[in-house]
């Protein structure tokens, strides 16, 4: 079996002789990583509250189930107890898929405010940069022109 060859000295070095600010980076990778944790938060609560609707949809289902499915006198009672629960059941899919919608408009209005705090984060962190990197090579040009 071959063994690769390790590069990772070879990386290392090479990276430690290249002169610049890796600051930025990483303050890049800690907010990503502040972003993706606020969005798994969104997303977490968003599955919670969907499975709380849809576990009472169907506690409520498995109720006016019974009722259906209860022994009746006269045949004419299962017609109407089937009807009745369809009635049930279609107003119950109305309200809980508006609870579902609910809870789609919240993740998205949360989602939309998390992007746009980042949005300003990211321009203001780039503008630093930008304006770091220009006094770094003003610096040098300085250096530069007085020899």
């Known amino acids: ?45 968003a599955a919670e509250k969907s499975a709380e609707v849809s576990n009472a949809w169907t506690k409520d289902t498995l109720n006016k189930m019974g009722v259906v499915a209860a022994t009746k006198e006269e045949p004419a009672d299962y017609s109407k107890a089937v009807a009745d629960f369809a009635t049930t059941s279609s107003e119950a899919a109305a309200e809980n898929m508006a609870a579902f919608a609910e809870i789609a408009k ?4 949360e989602t939309v405010e998390l992007m746009m705090a ?26 530069a022109a007085a020899k």
């Open 118 to 143: 980042s949005g300003k984060d990211i321009q203001k962190e780039a503008s630093a940069a930008v304006k770091k990197a220009t006094e770094e090579v003003a610096k040098v040009s300085k250096k």
């Open 106 to 109: 919240k993740v998205q209005m």
């Open 1 to 45: 079996m071959n063994n690769p060859a390790d590069f990772t000295k070879a990386f290392q070095d090479a990276f430690a002789n290249l002169k610049f600010d890796t600051s930025a980076f990483d303050d890049a990778f800690k907010n990503s990583a502040a972003l993706g944790q606020k969005m798994s938060q969104v997303a977490l609560e």
